[in-house]
């Protein structure tokens, strides 16, 4: 995984790491972007690469989000989005793509915004993403100011069982690491993330390899390690889905 580790400055790691303690699934939207939001938000999108994943900022009508089968839990109030693209030749794009737009709802949330990654409920035949070849839209992502405050719980897994062993052993970057993994998106809920450190490893697995959810995990454990470290995709599905070594 070459240059996830540098995918944040310092300042950006201490911003980013407050917002993940933040962010919520916001699914109700009140007042629209002003041209300065945009510009912020369009800034924020373009700042951060990965190969094969690229995110595009869509003005958007609600209707985006309407229809009979869209109606539980459907986004009201939304009028703007980043569309998630990836390029299938590309390996691991997906994984790249979970890792930039969660850094994007990061941003947002620093910025006082909302968020919401939707890869199913929606109109997809309303968005219109000019693509390359191969390329294709893996979801968008909601922005824009929440109509009602943050809830104030979010249901969430202990964090020990997202842990092979005891975290409280653990050295505290990695646990640290763990935390925010706990507390990032992932489809339905599921929380699918197992979490291991064992001889200066550590290791973040995915249930099915499940690789948006992969990306989005990622995001959030890279910004509580803080010393030294390179980050490695496992080779083979007997090993974590990705590690990294820290160094003494």
């Given at each position: 995984?070459?240059?996830?580790?540098?995918?944040?400055t310092?300042?950006?790691?201490t911003r980013?790491?407050?917002?993940?303690?933040e962010?919520?699934?916001?699914r109700?939207?009140g007042?629209?972007?002003?041209?300065?939001?945009?510009?912020?938000?369009?800034?924020?999108?373009?700042?951060?690469?990965?190969p094969?994943a690229?995110?595009v900022?869509?003005?958007?009508?609600?209707?985006?989000?309407s229809?009979?089968?869209?109606?539980?839990n459907?986004?009201?109030g939304c009028?703007?989005?980043a569309?998630?693209v990836t390029d299938?030749?590309?390996?691991?794009?997906?994984i790249h793509?979970?890792?930039?737009?969660?850094?994007?709802?990061?941003?947002?949330?620093a910025m006082?915004?909302?968020t919401?990654w939707?890869?199913?409920?929606?109109?997809?035949?309303l968005l219109?993403?000019?693509l390359?070849l191969r390329e294709?839209?893996?979801?968008?992502?909601a922005?824009?100011?929440?109509?009602?405050p943050?809830?104030?719980?979010?249901?969430?897994k202990?964090?020990?069982s997202?842990?092979?062993?005891?975290?409280?052993?653990?050295?505290?970057?990695c646990?640290?690491?763990?935390?925010?993994?706990?507390?990032?998106?992932?489809?339905?809920?599921l929380?699918?993330?197992?979490?291991s450190?064992?001889?200066g490893?550590?290791?973040?697995?995915?249930?099915?390899?499940?690789q948006?959810?992969?990306?989005i995990?990622?995001?959030?454990?890279?910004?509580?390690?803080?010393?030294?470290?390179?980050?490695d995709?496992?080779r083979?599905?007997?090993?974590p889905?990705?590690f990294?070594q820290l160094?003494?």
């Amino acid at each position: 995984m070459i240059g996830l580790e540098r995918l944040y400055t310092d300042s950006g790691r201490t911003r980013l790491e407050k917002a993940a303690e933040e962010r919520w699934s916001c699914r109700s939207y009140g007042r629209p972007l002003s041209l300065e939001d945009w510009a912020a938000l369009s800034y924020a999108a373009q700042r951060y690469g990965l190969p094969g994943a690229r995110l595009v900022l869509l003005r958007v009508d609600e209707a985006l989000f309407s229809g009979t089968l869209l109606s539980m839990n459907r986004v009201s109030g939304c009028t703007a989005v980043a569309a998630v693209v990836t390029d299938s030749g590309i390996l691991r794009s997906r994984i790249h793509a979970g890792i930039l737009g969660e850094s994007l709802c990061l941003e947002a949330t620093a910025m006082g915004m909302a968020t919401c990654w939707i890869t199913g409920s929606y109109r997809r035949k309303l968005l219109n993403v000019p693509l390359q070849l191969r390329e294709q839209v893996l979801g968008i992502i909601a922005l824009g100011w929440p109509r009602d405050p943050a809830p104030q719980t979010r249901r969430r897994k202990a964090l020990e069982s997202i842990c092979t062993s005891d975290p409280a052993a653990w050295p505290d970057s990695c646990r640290r690491a763990a935390e925010l993994v706990r507390v990032a998106p992932s489809a339905m809920n599921l929380q699918p993330w197992m979490l291991s450190w064992e001889n200066g490893c550590f290791a973040v697995d995915c249930a099915e390899r499940t690789q948006l959810d992969l990306g989005i995990a990622l995001c959030h454990a890279e910004l509580a390690l803080r010393m030294p470290h390179t980050w490695d995709y496992g080779r083979s599905p007997r090993e974590p889905a990705a590690f990294t070594q820290l160094e003494a």
